[in-house]
């Protein structure tokens, strides 16, 4: 049996799973998986978890995140983005709280990053064995259209957040052949609401790239298509952890995210399914791979 964690992100929504993450972590005891995957904001947090770094990327949540830098309508003003993914990756992945991309490369965990494609539209997946620099990878790969406001060039096409053509990457080969444990981060109530993103993308058609209005009128279908996959194959047996409350995704006030955190970690260490699985893996004779 193969094992995988695959965490949605959505802004500030994605300290609900590092919430769950930790408590993966810390209190099951997983320190490795065979493959990660999510979206988003959650891809940083699967970043630290995949070199082996969980602590200290941890506290980049908590320390570096409620930080006006990162995310302020100020940084408007001043020529930053609404929310500065240039500050996230090139002050607190490189120099804060430095990833170790040796590591990354070198795991035992096979680590695949969704972008989308600028012009096209369409999932393009990567992964931590890449050829390209792994730091603009993750910055397409965490960059809202309007948020940030740029693509990001990797070889001869540019990107942006993966999340807008596949938030939860269950199908990708090996992956859709594993074991899930599938940490959301939206309610189902959430779906009733309006698609903001999709609005403006209809308003400001004009201004955006043809890749880019495509995922983002279709996100909304592509989303509910993936949730629909996500119930079945919670009937057959996956590991499903949902948030019971609706998460803030621009709120990144520090009570609020260890709100967030705290709440992931406890819904992820209440459920009997998982917690019944993690004695399974430990009779497994893959044991000391998963929790030493």
Do not use: C
């Not at 949605?8 to 300290?15: F, I, L, V, W």
């Amino acid at each position: 049996m193969k094992l995988s964690i695959i965490a949605e992100g959505g802004g500030m929504r994605g300290a609900y799973a590092l919430g769950a993450i930790d408590a993966l972590y810390s209190h099951f005891g997983l320190k490795r998986v065979d493959y990660v995957t999510g979206s988003s904001s959650s891809i940083g947090t699967l970043s630290y978890y995949t070199a082996g770094q969980f602590y200290p990327g941890y506290y980049i949540w908590t320390r570096e995140l409620p930080n006006h830098k990162f995310l302020s309508l100020r940084n408007i003003f001043t020529g930053h983005p609404f929310l500065n993914v240039d500050y996230l990756i090139d002050e607190v992945f490189k120099k804060h709280i430095p990833l170790n991309r040796n590591k990354v490369k070198t795991s035992k965990i096979r680590f695949i990053i969704p972008v989308t494609n600028s012009k096209t539209g369409e999932v393009k997946y990567f992964d931590n064995m890449t050829k390209y620099d792994f730091f603009e990878i993750l910055r397409a790969a965490m960059s809202p259209p309007f948020a940030y406001g740029k693509t990001v060039k990797i070889g001869k096409d540019t990107y942006f957040d993966g999340r807008e053509s596949d938030p939860l990457p269950i199908d990708f080969p090996g992956i859709k052949q594993s074991k899930k444990i599938i940490i959301l981060t939206k309610t189902e109530n959430e779906l009733e609401q309006i698609d903001i993103a999709k609005h403006l993308s209809a308003i400001f058609k004009w201004k955006l790239e043809r890749g880019v209005y495509k995922a983002l009128q279709h996100r909304q279908t592509v989303y509910k298509k993936r949730l629909r996959q996500v119930k079945k194959l919670e009937v057959n047996g996956d590991i499903v952890i949902r948030p019971s409350r609706q998460m803030s995704v621009f709120d990144n006030r520090v009570e609020t995210l260890k709100a967030s955190i705290n709440q992931g970690y406890q819904d992820t260490i209440s459920h009997k399914k998982l917690s019944q699985l993690m004695k399974t893996l430990k009779a497994d004779k893959k044991y000391k791979y998963y929790f030493k």
